[in-house]
């Protein structure tokens, strides 16, 4: 009997001590986003910065998957759990809607954040129902890349990109015209988004309605599928393809243009491996009939848990890696563009990005975002299978559309998040 | 003393309610608490990311939206499926197992602790360690049957729908048949050595006096047996997370692994109560029925 | 009884024991082969012995840490299990009283559940109460899921205990609590150790709860940890076999020591209660 009293002793005590042994000592913030290669540099090194700024302060890095959809798995069991760590996290622009509206991070006006300088449609993503949630940390957008070699200047409407595409490919110089990606991933979207946006047409409209199955959206999925199969100048195969296989190709230099992101250029322009370095160059993908130039907008945000155990703390760290020097050093290292509008009239930025900045600016006028709803992973997800089911034949673009739109008014609906005139 | 030994009866009364009560607390606070809650969650609209919706009564709703949804069909489908088709194998091979301890002259302490290892062993170590086996690359099996031409260069056991069930049997299987040996085992040493000398006294070949004798005499023990492995069964759930993980696709999704997906995954906390529900329904049903159909001596008295 | 000669039975004997014991012996093997033979056609003897895995899996990865939670939960669990259901099992094994049969009845259901059926609920209450990803959020159904095995074969102990000596007692004077704790308690001590051992190899296999109701790597029992070892890409099968035998040492121990132990209880368990 006493040495069971003696065994539960100690386990008594190794509980206690287990359960302690994380507290006491400095505060401690942890951040968690991506971690590999040159972003790892950029945020040690930029953590280290801000623990010396704060003594008694311990900035802890949590390393997390750098595959999207994992880390959002990750980041949803966490919150859920009303986990108090990470107190800081990097969110990619189409989360913040579902965490603000599941209540899992912290709205960010109490704090007080000169939210003029940003970019517009970056902000516009950071907001749900009004209110500022996350901070816009750095953004991507989708860029046409385009051959200087065979071109003379880059195309200023879609025509003119289909007719140079077809001339470039049956001339022999290049064995397809324009690539992107088409398989059933959220890369997809992105590309339909600039193509929506060429001829005037969009998923949601500012009032929440859904419009992805009016005249000029099915003009404009027609238009991507007649790319594919009448006009032959978008190889099929693209309806497989990521970042990396479109990369691969207009590496190679088989193909005229290319519709990916800024992390292309570096490699592109590292003659070791590329065919085409210091023979392209990069515009907004140009505006079909009624419609304006556009380049899809992704990125990343940083927000604040909402069960944080140091809110204030947690929105000084915000607030120090949002701050002008910090992006000035991340794009640097990184090649990561700043979401501070400001800073892309400064001689700095210039110095530190590799893509030339006129042509950045250009394209973040033409920025667009996608729908800012706490669903948007389901409604992506239901465009994914339509527009995938239109591009590879099985489908017409208008039936595809038809029952996608009625497939998201449901999802709006049943989430009570549908415009008041659309409620079924 | 007729007063006294009523004293004695009365105070007896009192000590037992003390002695079972600590029990009964947990068992009703942690379990028939919670199904109940589960229950009555059912029967709501509660999604943990759309808190604005709230968690409205909805009634029979979520049943009704699972009897139309393909994936919760075909999830029924496959725990069913599988217990039908592993349960009367390990049963088959548990008493081919057990038989062999019964007779074995020599070697029984080692038979017995091989028997018990697997049983032993992690569930998720007996599921990544056949993973391990079925692998393309580096397994074991593949590599003989790749050398034979029983499959393929690219075969993957693991893509194939219907393949991708095999490995899972198969640690399944290896995990559990010891657990059933174990079982009959206790009922075979049970049996009195003498009828069987009787019956070769009278001639009966040895195929005769196992279904004349052993196999009516083990009834109960198979029943039991029987019993305990299709409520396992029907519950599978570490076994297929961790060899496939409900893929390729949802080929191989149990139940309880898609009720934890809407759970866990999608936060829809109604509809994956709903689900949770119907798995308890499923095995509370056939224990209803086998009690009734076959195990009420077996089970009902000596409980 | 006899059905088959005794060269059949040998052949079948050996047979199954390699069917059985082959897995643990290629996991064992296969986790002390280097990383570039693994992917290559196996040999069935292990050419080179390397601890490659086993190093990383301490050093990298830090393995120590869910060892260490399944153990404070495992002891956890089995010190309120065993007074628990021990006092449980000796009135249902002794005393008459009322309500005796529902309550046998509700033990038997009990161990029938489906573990996911209270998973929803007992999340909510859990992250209410703050204890998700804590030992006392993962104890509680660890002790409501093990309690029914306990209790049931130790009544079935208890009941295999010759009642003589407790009458004896009661006829000098002794009152039950004092017979309890004077006379039972120590005869009871084989019965409780089974009872342990059950209780102990249950905490240390569960799966579900611990993957439900912890968050992180701080929290993660081993079966969790080791499940969720794989990259993204590519799973790192040396170090993944290397801790399911770490995984697998305390339970094989636990049988090599224990198995009349484990077959009665077992037994017991299941056919008598």
């Not at chain 1, 042994?21 to 801000?50: H, K, M, W």
């Not at chain 1, 033409?366 to 465009?383: C, D, I, N």
Request: glycine share 6%; charged share 15%.
């Amino acid at each position: 009997m006493r040495s069971v009293l003696r065994l539960f002793a100690v386990v008594a005590l190794a509980w206690w001590s287990a359960a302690c042994g994380e507290r006491g000592g400095a505060t401690r913030l942890t951040f968690s986003g991506s971690a590999l290669g040159p972003e790892a540099t950029v945020v040690r090194r930029q953590l280290a910065r801000f623990a010396e700024r704060y003594p008694g302060v311990d900035v802890e890095l949590r390393v997390t998957p750098d595959a999207a959809d994992q880390r959002h798995q990750l980041y949803v069991q966490w919150l859920n759990a009303r986990a108090p760590e990470p107190d800081v996290l990097q969110l990619d622009v189409i989360w913040t809607a579902e965490f603000a509206g599941a209540g899992w991070i912290l709205p960010l006006e109490p704090f007080g954040l000169d939210a003029d300088d940003f970019i517009p449609a970056a902000l516009a993503a950071s907001r749900w129902r009004g209110t500022l949630y996350a901070v816009p940390w750095f953004v991507d957008l989708g860029l046409l890349y385009w051959r200087t070699d065979l071109l003379d200047a880059p195309p200023r409407s879609l025509s003119d990109l289909g007719d140079a595409a077809r001339r470039v490919q049956s001339a022999g110089r290049t064995r397809f015209g324009l690539v992107w990606q088409g398989a059933r991933y959220e890369g997809l979207v992105t590309v339909f988004v600039e193509h929506l946006s060429a001829f005037g047409g969009g998923i949601l409209d500012a009032a929440g309605r859904v419009i992805v199955d009016e005249p000029p959206a099915v003009r404009a999925l027609t238009f991507m599928r007649d790319a594919i199969g009448r006009d032959g100048f978008v190889p099929s195969s693209v309806l497989t393809w990521r970042e990396e296989q479109a990369r691969f190709v207009f590496q190679n230099g088989d193909a005229a243009f290319m519709r990916n992101w800024p992390y292309a250029w570096a490699l592109l322009q590292d003659r070791s491996r590329s065919r085409v370095a210091n023979r392209f160059a990069v515009a907004p993908f140009p505006a079909g009939e009624g419609g304006r130039p556009a380049a899809a907008l992704g990125g990343a945000q940083l927000a604040v848990n909402a069960w944080s155990a140091n809110p204030t703390l947690a929105w000084e760290l915000v607030r120090f890696l949002t701050a002008p020097e910090q992006m000035l050093e991340r794009a640097r290292l990184a090649a990561q563009l700043p979401s501070r509008r400001s800073l892309y009239a400064t001689d700095a930025l210039a110095e530190a990005l590799p893509i030339p900045v006129a042509q950045v600016r250009q394209m973040i006028d033409a920025a667009v975002a996608r729908p800012v709803t706490p669903v948007y992973s389901e409604l992506s997800e239901m465009l994914q299978v339509r527009l995938h089911r239109a591009l590879s034949g099985q489908q017409t673009p208008a039936a595809a559309l038809r029952e996608a739109a009625r497939e998201i008014r449901a999802l709006l609906a049943r989430s009570g998040l549908a415009a008041e005139d659309q409620t079924p | 003393m007729i007063r006294q030994a009523r004293a004695i009866e009365r105070e007896e009364r009192r000590l037992a309610r003390w002695l079972v009560a600590p029990a009964l607390v947990f068992i009703l606070l942690g379990s028939f608490v919670p199904i109940a809650a589960t229950g009555w969650e059912a029967l709501h609209g509660h999604d943990l990311r759309l808190p604005w919706l709230g968690r409205p009564f909805v009634g029979l709703a979520n049943f009704v939206e699972a009897t139309g949804d393909l994936r919760f069909r075909s999830a029924l489908l496959h725990t069913v499926t599988f217990a039908v088709i592993t349960v009367p194998l390990e049963l088959a091979l548990g008493l081919a197992l057990a038989l062999i301890m019964h007779t074995a002259v020599h070697g029984r302490a080692l038979i017995r602790l091989a028997a018990l290892l697997p049983w032993a062993v992690p569930t998720v170590v007996a599921a990544l360690v056949w993973r391990f086996m079925f692998d393309a690359q580096a397994g074991i099996i593949s590599a003989p049957l790749l050398t034979f031409g029983a499959v393929g260069e690219s075969f993957d056991w693991f893509v194939h729908p219907l393949a991708a069930w095999v490995p899972i049997g198969a640690a399944d299987i290896w995990k559990t048949t010891p657990f059933v040996a174990i079982l009959l085992l206790a009922g075979l040493q049970t049996i009195d050595p003498a009828l069987h000398e009787a019956a070769r006294m009278d001639g009966a070949r040895a195929v005769r006096r196992f279904a004349t004798i052993t196999l009516p005499l083990l009834r109960p023990a198979l029943i039991v047996a029987a019993a305990f492995r299709m409520l396992d069964a029907l519950r599978l759930f570490d076994v297929a997370y961790v060899l496939t993980g409900g893929g390729p696709g949802t080929a191989t999704e149990p139940l309880s692994l898609y009720a934890f997906i809407a759970l866990m995954q999608h936060l829809r906390f109604g509809y994956g109560s709903a689900l949770s529900v119907t798995v308890f329904l499923l095995t509370f049903g056939f224990a209803l029925i086998w009690v009734r159909a076959l195990g009420r001596p077996a089970v009902g008295d000596r409980m | 009884m006899k059905f088959f000669g005794p060269g059949a039975v040998a052949v079948a004997a050996g047979a199954l024991l390699a069917l059985l014991l082959f897995p643990i012996y290629w996991m064992i093997t296969s986790s002390v082969t280097p990383e570039s033979r693994l992917f290559q056609s196996p040999p069935l003897l292990p050419a080179t012995l390397s601890l490659e895995h086993y190093r990383a899996l301490f050093d990298e990865r830090d393995f120590l840490i869910p060892i260490r939670n399944s153990l404070i939960v495992a002891a956890a669990t089995t010190m309120v299990v065993l007074p628990v259901s021990a006092l449980c099992a000796y009135a249902l094994a002794r005393l008459r009283f009322r309500g005796r049969g529902v309550l046998l009845a509700l033990i038997l259901a009990v161990s029938m559940f489906p573990q996911i059926s209270i998973v929803p609920p007992l999340y909510l209450i859990l992250r209410e109460l703050r204890l998700l990803d804590t030992y006392p959020g993962l104890v509680l159904p660890y002790v409501t899921f093990s309690a029914p095995l306990a209790v049931w074969l130790l009544t079935a102990f208890f009941r295999q205990l010759s009642p003589e000596l407790e009458e004896a007692a009661m006829l000098d004077g002794a009152s039950r609590v004092r017979v309890l704790w004077d006379v039972v308690a120590p005869l009871a001590a084989p019965g409780v150790a089974t009872a342990a051992i059950l209780t102990f190899l249950y905490c240390w296999n569960e799966f579900l709860f611990a993957l439900s109701f912890t968050l992180g790597p701080d929290r993660y029992t081993v079966p969790v940890a080791v499940t969720l070892f794989r990259g993204r890409y590519q799973v790192p099968w040396g170090q993944v076999l290397a801790a399911t035998v770490v995984a697998t040492i305390p339970v094989a121990l636990v049988v090599l020591f224990c198995q009349r132990r484990i077959v009665a209880g077992l037994t017991a368990g299941a056919t008598k209660g």
